[in-house]
Each structure stands twice: as structure tokens, then as C-alpha cells.
């Protein structure tokens, strides 16, 4: 079974910078597109990045392009996200997740075992 597990999160001030990590287990890493996906309290999970299995290509959504970098070690089965420039609307608890897609600019995956998360809490 797919498992995926989330560490990095914690209290951030606004304009900082923080670094998310997700290790996975249960798949063939190296040969999965991977993605960062997003919950903020009172709303859906939403995708903001995903990246192609060789590191080569990743897509971003508009809310988080030209702050967040997502990256990848294939060696260590570790995806990467970092967060940059931080605000409010940042925060949330983050998940990573194979099988990723973009599609007409927003992110999906077909995953159904979510993590745990990670919580992001960007003060001000």
C-alpha cells in the first residue's frame, strides 16, 4: 500500500520562508509525477504544484507561482516544497500526493490514501 508522509510544517511570520518534505513508500518513486496539495480550515483540499518523475518539469498554480519551488530526490524518495514569501492565505495543512496532473491550470490527483498533513501557520 501507497504511503506518504509530510514533515517541515510549523509557524511561519509572514514574508519568511519554510521547507516541506514527503517521503513515500509502497511505490516506485522515481517513476511518479508528485504534488503538493493544500487545505485551508473551511475549505477543499486544493493542488498547487506538481512536478514530473524526473525533476525536469513541474507546473505551479497562480496563487503560489514565483514564491513556491517543488523539487525532488528520486535517491532519497523525498519530494520538496519551498515556500517562500509566505502570507496568511498560505496557510493550511499540506499534503503530498503521486499521480499528479495538471489540467487547464489547476492540480489534481487520483490518491485516496492521504497522509497525515503538515500544518502550515503563517503569523503576522
Known amino acids: 500500500q501507497v504511503q506518504v508522509v509530510e514533515s517541515g510544517g510549523g509557524l511561519v511570520q509572514a514574508g519568511g520562508s519554510l521547507r516541506l518534505s514527503c517521503t513515500a513508500s509502497g511505490l516506485t518513486f522515481g517513476n511518479k509525477d508528485m504534488g503538493w496539495f493544500r487545505q485551508a480550515p473551511g475549505k477543499e483540499r486544493e493542488g498547487i504544484s506538481c512536478?514530473?518523475?524526473?525533476?525536469?518539469?513541474?507546473y505551479y498554480t497562480d496563487n503560489v507561482r514565483g514564491r513556491f519551488t517543488i523539487s525532488r530526490d528520486n535517491a532519497k524518495k523525498t519530494l520538496y516544497l519551498q515556500m517562500n514569501s509566505v502570507n496568511a492565505e498560505d496557510t493550511a495543512m499540506y499534503y503530498c500526493a503521486p499521480d499528479c496532473a495538471n489540467r487547464e491550470g489547476r492540480i489534481y490527483s487520483s490518491f485516496g490514501n492521504w497522509g497525515p498533513g503538515t500544518q502550515v501557520t503563517v503569523t503576522s
Open positions: 512536478i514530473g518523475w524526473s525533476g525536469s518539469i513541474a
